[in-house]
């Protein structure tokens, strides 16, 4: 494998729920310790890592800067660090840039995963500390980024998101990478014939016994215990919920008001239909 | 424009450098000069080291940010910057005694670490991490308790026995929230990015002339769950050394430049002469807390 591996997906969309799952799986099936060991699927967004490679701070850039710069990281990253990562970045081209933050070059193979923004909204407002409202609006923004903090300094540098469409179909239409896309519903609903396809897809055991127990170490009651006793690093400030909230589908029929239903598929209708979200 | 004080050097600059004191040492020529002008963008024959910076054959390092201007960086001490048309000084700066700062190091075959540092009782104390550990806001409210402010970003090390730290300048880069939870306000302060709410502080008390021992360094690092809080010195030197590789400022481009051995003799020396301690603190820390506890500990 050379280049990145990247577990992307827009916010709150199952992305650590893999990288749990990737955590244990690439240390033959052992217990995970949730504040350390996703450090195997790292974010490839993080200030710290993104300074290292890009052999500056990019604190002391301007935004259209990193937007620049980023390509130029990432391909480093893909010749000196390969390897897996997580990413929220979406596969367009932000602002005042030429190419999307992970150009194609750079990138082995994309785990796309998706779920139904329905869902989504609901879960990002607890995350972020939005109202469902905000969150809805938030979805159909195509200037929508995270990692800027205007005020201090974020842990990660800025990815350019877009709207909850453009960005699932930025990544489902990468042209020259190998794809897989996974649906959150789909790994909740048959956890071992998804994550099996996932270990095929990355060229890791897929043997039963193997991703079961991969499996067991990354079961949602396991992550969300760890995070009441020792808290999870990687909560957001804003929160108004634990990161592990539910971990269920279809948790918008009661959470989500109809109007703000019917607002994210009056947005998002063609790429619903397109994943199958009917 | 008066010539300036930077690490020991006279500098003299075609653009103003309000963070540094003034040149009043000897009539030497200046080591340092800063001229505005013409800069290609390629290097010939240069390397690329990291994505906006090359390094050639004879030593000279170019720097590109794509907003603010080229810098090119001569062995010699001759730089040239030809900034971008809507590039301010400030920004200029921000990269000249930053980056440029750290090239000029490591052509001159100095340590530097990426740290704050701070006098306490006549020596250097250093405070190294990464971005958002804490570095700037711990010498900032040890600026408020009356020192002086020695270096921000950049702590550069000169390996004497023992040895020594050469001041930069006493200005802080610091956030918003960090400057309002220290009680200070940013108003009419420079800002580190245009429309960026980083401002530039220079620190009250006067600057530092003088090279000063280094006392001390605190390596800032943040509590995992279930951790305690805590100062721990660190004993074996083999520790100390790697983190010290981890800590140096541009480590690339002393490689680059032939200085993995000077660079490795450095930490050594500082393995062996100087105590380094590892400060691991929660999140929410106030930093206050921790200003009497590093001084007693520097102070045994």
Redesign the interface.
């Known amino acids: 494998m050379s280049g990145l591996t990247l577990i992307a997906s827009y916010p709150k969309s199952g992305n650590t729920w893999l990288r749990a799952f990737l955590a244990s799986h690439l240390r033959d099936g052992r217990p995970i310790d949730l504040n350390a060991d996703l450090s195997e699927v790292p974010n490839l967004t993080s200030r710290s890592l993104q300074d290292c490679h890009a052999g500056l701070e990019h604190s002391d850039l301007s935004r259209q800067e990193v937007a620049l710069l980023r390509p130029l990281t990432s391909r480093r990253i893909a010749r000196e660090q390969p390897g897996f990562y997580k990413t929220h970045d979406s596969n367009l081209v932000p602002p005042g840039a030429r190419e999307p933050a992970i150009p194609p070059d750079a990138i082995d193979r994309v785990v796309c995963i998706v779920r139904d923004p329905r869902d989504v909204a609901v879960s990002a407002a607890a995350h972020f500390g939005w109202s469902l409202d905000d969150s809805v609006d938030r979805m159909a923004d195509t200037a929508f980024c995270i990692g800027h903090s205007p005020r201090r300094l974020n842990a990660n540098v800025e990815q350019w998101i877009s709207s909850w469409s453009a960005h699932v179909e930025s990544w489902l239409d990468a042209g020259g990478v190998q794809l897989l896309m996974l649906r959150y519903e789909d790994l909740l609903a048959d956890p071992l014939e998804s994550f099996t396809q996932l270990c095929r897809f990355l060229d890791l055991d897929d043997t039963r016994h193997a991703v079961s127990r991969s499996l067991e170490e990354s079961r949602f009651s396991a992550l969300a215990g760890q995070e009441a006793r020792g808290g999870f690093r990687e909560r957001s400030r804003t929160s108004t919920a634990p990161f592990f909230r539910a971990g269920k589908a279809g948790e918008w029929r009661t959470a989500l008001p109809a109007v703000l239903a019917e607002r994210v598929v009056g947005t998002h209708s063609r790429v619903m239909a397109r994943v199958g979200y009917g | 424009m008066t010539d300036g004080l930077l690490c020991g050097w006279r500098i003299r600059s075609d653009i103003a450098l309000p963070e540094l004191l003034d040149w009043q040492g000897d009539d030497r020529i200046p080591d340092l000069v800063v001229r505005l002008g013409e800069v290609d963008e390629r290097l010939p024959e240069g390397r690329e080291?990291?994505?906006?910076?090359q390094i050639d054959g004879t030593g000279a390092g170019l720097l590109q940010?794509?907003?603010v201007g080229r810098f090119l960086v001569r062995p010699s001490g001759g730089i040239t910057i030809a900034p971008q048309p809507e590039a301010s000084e400030a920004e200029i700066r921000?990269?000249l005694l930053?980056?440029v700062l750290g090239m000029v190091c490591h052509q001159r075959a100095l340590l530097p670490l990426h740290a704050s540092s701070v006098a306490i009782d006549g020596g250097a104390v250093a405070f190294c991490g990464?971005?958002?550990m804490g570095k700037s806001t711990l010498a900032l409210r040890f600026a408020q308790h009356g020192h002086s402010v020695v270096s921000d970003?950049i702590c550069v090390i000169e390996t004497c026995e023992p040895p020594r730290v050469r001041p930069c300048f006493p200005r802080l880069k610091l956030?918003?929230?960090?400057m309002e939870d220290a009680a200070l306000s940013p108003e009419g302060l420079e800002r580190?990015?245009?429309?960026?709410?980083?401002f530039h502080f220079r620190a009250p008390h006067a600057g530092v002339r003088e090279p000063l021992p280094l006392r001390a360094i605190f390596l800032l690092r943040r509590a995992?769950?279930?951790e305690g809080e805590g100062i721990q010195r660190l004993a074996a030197p083999l520790d100390i050394m790697a983190a010290l590789e981890a800590e140096t400022f541009?480590l690339?481009?002393g490689h680059a430049l032939g200085r993995a051995e000077t660079l490795f003799q450095a930490r050594a020396l500082i393995a062996n002469d100087v105590p380094v301690y590892r400060l691991t603190r929660r999140a929410d820390a106030q930093p206050d807390r921790w200003l009497d506890a590093i001084a007693a500990t520097i102070r045994g």
């Open positions: 080291i990291s994505p906006l910076l940010v794509p907003m921000l990269f930053g980056s990464p971005s958002g970003d956030w918003r929230d960090t580190n990015r245009r429309g960026q709410e980083k995992g769950s279930g541009r690339q481009v």
